[in-house]
């Protein structure tokens, strides 16, 4: 199988205050993890500017707009208690969204089989039109927007195992029977939606919700139980990853207990559901993961299951 890297030095210029856990050492820990050589055959690429008009499709041009004005010269700007603007914030956001939207071409253009954006600041807690959670622009949602518009597809599914809950993605697609959002993440946690009954206007939206203290059998039952049927029977035609490891044992901010074992396991699940019913179309887009060494190992482990199937 071919499995394209999307990265680019921009995304360590997007910088946060001292301390706070979504720093530019998270794609240090990743770089070097994927310069090992079981990684030799990853193909690389760099991550283009996104476009303004691929943004719109998701965020109102009121919103993008007031964002790009608050992007500071010098300093920091921050918009609330844990999401900072710096001076090379700007580009590292825009080039996430162009990464995001360039896996979609690759896989859809079947130049690759699937696609990973290694991509920072992350994207799932982005509304339609708030920043919040670290997060600015929903790459996710970009992406399934992208795909619906540029390439005529259209289902799009969305399954995100971050830790905590996606709740951008789940405001941006929760009238739309195009667009189905399946989550695990731990419950109670930030920011505080994702409850079994939030199943959106159109019954898209698939909540899972995990426990503090669940460990890779409940994480295995979630999928299993109450969210791979619902893919199944949706039928996607693309298959879009919102990829958080901070669900893992050693990470900081969550209280589950999965190691990189489990996120292997779950890649290969999905990228059976990809083979059944998207021609193996995958796009998977980095989100939290805040443990450096739990980070790299479980990007590791995720990258080698795309590569590998």
């Given at each position: ?105 690759e ?5 690759v ?15 339609r ?41 789940q ?40 426990s ?13 139980i ?37 996120f ?46």
């Amino acid at each position: 199988m071919s499995t394209l890297l999307l990265h680019h030095t921009t995304f360590l210029d997007h910088l946060t205050p001292i301390g706070h856990p979504e720093r530019p050492d998270r794609l240090r820990a990743i770089d070097r993890i994927l310069e090992d050589e079981r990684f030799h055959a990853l193909e690389r690429d760099l991550a283009p500017v996104g476009r303004v008009e691929d943004i719109a499709r998701a965020h109102p041009m009121s919103y993008v707009n007031s964002l790009h004005v608050k992007a500071p010269k010098e300093g920091l700007v921050r918009l609330d208690a844990d999401t900072t603007l710096s001076p090379g914030s700007w580009e590292a956001i825009l080039r996430g969204v162009g990464g995001a939207c360039r896996a979609v071409d690759e896989v859809a253009e079947k130049r690759v089989n699937n696609a990973f954006s290694a991509s920072r600041p992350p994207g799932h807690h982005a509304e339609r039109g708030r920043a919040m959670g670290f997060c600015f622009f929903n790459n996710a949602a970009i992406a399934a927007r992208y795909a619906q518009s540029q390439y005529g597809v259209e289902r799009v599914a969305i399954v995100d195992f971050d830790v905590h809950h996606g709740n951008g993605t789940q405001d941006i697609f929760w009238s739309d029977p195009t667009v189905m959002y399946c989550s695990t993440h731990q419950m109670p946690l930030y920011p505080g939606s994702g409850a079994l009954s939030e199943t959106g206007d159109a019954n898209t939206i698939v909540n899972a919700p995990l426990s503090p203290g669940a460990d890779g059998a409940d994480f295995r039952e979630a999928l299993d139980i109450a969210i791979l049927p619902r893919l199944e029977a949706f039928r996607p035609d693309l298959l879009i990853l919102s990829a958080g490891f901070d669900a893992h044992i050693r990470d900081p901010l969550g209280g589950l207990n999965l190691t990189e074992t489990d996120f292997a396991r779950a890649t290969k699940s999905l990228m059976d559901v990809a083979d059944r019913h998207c021609d193996g179309r995958l796009v998977s887009i980095l989100e939290g993961g805040y443990d450096l060494e739990g980070l790299a190992r479980s990007v590791a482990a995720h990258v080698l299951t795309l590569m590998t199937g």
